[in-house]
């Protein structure tokens, strides 16, 4: 008996690309189920629109506690679930703070992926039940580039334990799809951004920072290295290009990219610009934010991307900035009016 719909299951559904990518696949008809960690606090925010909605207009989406770092737990979804697509989002994603927590970075973000590669296999072993299988890996793998631009045949060399960790979760899908013919596929994405952006990565902390400066929230803005350079597109772009990849009758490996770069330093003056400002008088330099190890220089080449999906992005840089200043200068109104009526206590803890 085939199914009315495809059922999807999207680990990391609670960030910024579990997000877009849960409203993506929601709109495309899918029945989707998000996994989500434990947490003292709600950590569902980015969802919660989707999540009321059910109640509303009936959408499928349901969430399943589980983390990365329990394999019998992904397991048993996977069994119980039986997902037609799995789109691995879940990862200590953060480069910085990947040289604090090594450790825990390479068990949620590499061996994590082997625990559920290893659920899938054993449902195809023991039930002859194929599932498709999306790995994000990440442009941070190319690390001390070895050829600019970047594409799917340049060597890696990563450069911060979040780059290893990713590279092993990269070759291991490989290698199930060698091994055991998995269809199975990996993104490696260039740096995507949007208003729902982790406010620690450094786009977000800037057009925060800019739009609190300029309602005279907040007085500067600290950063490390101003002179790296990244492709930045926009996430909601990005994950149409996860989606097409698990629609091709082959799997494979896709460089997702704008083929455009520029620096932390034109991020500042695009962002402050917007806002009538000049970002040299606000920014000031913090070693604290520098790393051990740096990524100068990510440029992407998306041409087999564009030419085998028929992927291409929408949001150009300026567009991108443009539309993240505007969305924080909202949040930094709002912020204002309360502080303004002098309820700070629930605004949240900075
Ligand atoms: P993000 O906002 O940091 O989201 C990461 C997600 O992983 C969150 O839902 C988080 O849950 C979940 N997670 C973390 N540890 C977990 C664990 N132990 N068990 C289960 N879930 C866990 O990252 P993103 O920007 O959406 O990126 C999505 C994926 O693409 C990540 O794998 C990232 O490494 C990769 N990637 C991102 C980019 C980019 O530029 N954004 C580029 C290339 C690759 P909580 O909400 O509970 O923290
Ligand atoms: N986070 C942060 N904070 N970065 C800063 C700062 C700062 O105060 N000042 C300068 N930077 C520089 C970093 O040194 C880095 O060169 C660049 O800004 C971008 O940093 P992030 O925004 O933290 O992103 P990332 O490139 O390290 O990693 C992101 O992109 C990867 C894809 O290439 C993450 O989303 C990863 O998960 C993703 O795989």
Known sequence: MTRPTKRALVTGITGQDGSYLAEFLLDKGYEVHG??????????????????????????????HGDMADGNGLARLIREI????????????????????????ADVTAVGV????????????????????????SSEMFGKVAE????????????????????????ITVNYRESYGLHVSCGILFNHESPRRGETFVTRKITRAATRIKLGLQSKLYLGNLDARRDWGFAGDYVEAMWLMLQQ???????????????????????FGRLGLDYRDFVAIDQ???????VDLLLGC??????????????????????????DLELARREQVLRDAGLNSILPLR
Request: glycine letters at 4%; a negative charge.
């Open 82 to 105: 039986r997902p037609d697509e799995v789109y691995n989002l879940a990862a200590q994603s953060h480069v910085r703070v990947s040289f604090d927590q090594p450790t825990y970075t």
């Open 35 to 64: 996994l989500v960690r434990r947490s003292s606090t709600f950590g569902t925010q980015r969802i919660e629109h989707l999540y009321r909605d059910i109640h509303e207009v009936e959408r499928p989406l349901v969430l399943h």
């Open 249 to 271: 009758d082959t799997p494979d490996d896709y460089v997702v990219a704008t083929d455009a770069t520029f620096s932390v330093r034109e991020f500042c003056e695009q962002a």
């Open 302 to 327: 998306s041409d087999k991307a564009r030419g085998q999906l028929g992927w291409q992005p929408r949001v150009s840089f300026p567009e991108l900035v443009t539309l993240m200043v505007d969305a």
């Open 288 to 294: 604290r934010y520098f790393r051990p190890a740096e």
């Open 148 to 171: 600019t631009p970047q594409r799917e045949t340049t060597p890696f060399h990563p450069r911060s334990p979040y780059g290893v960790a990713k590279l092993y979760a990269h070759w």
């Open 114 to 137: 082997l625990r559920l590669l290893e659920a899938i296999r054993d449902l195809q072993d023991a039930a002859g039940y194929q599932i498709r299988f999306y790995q994000a890996s």
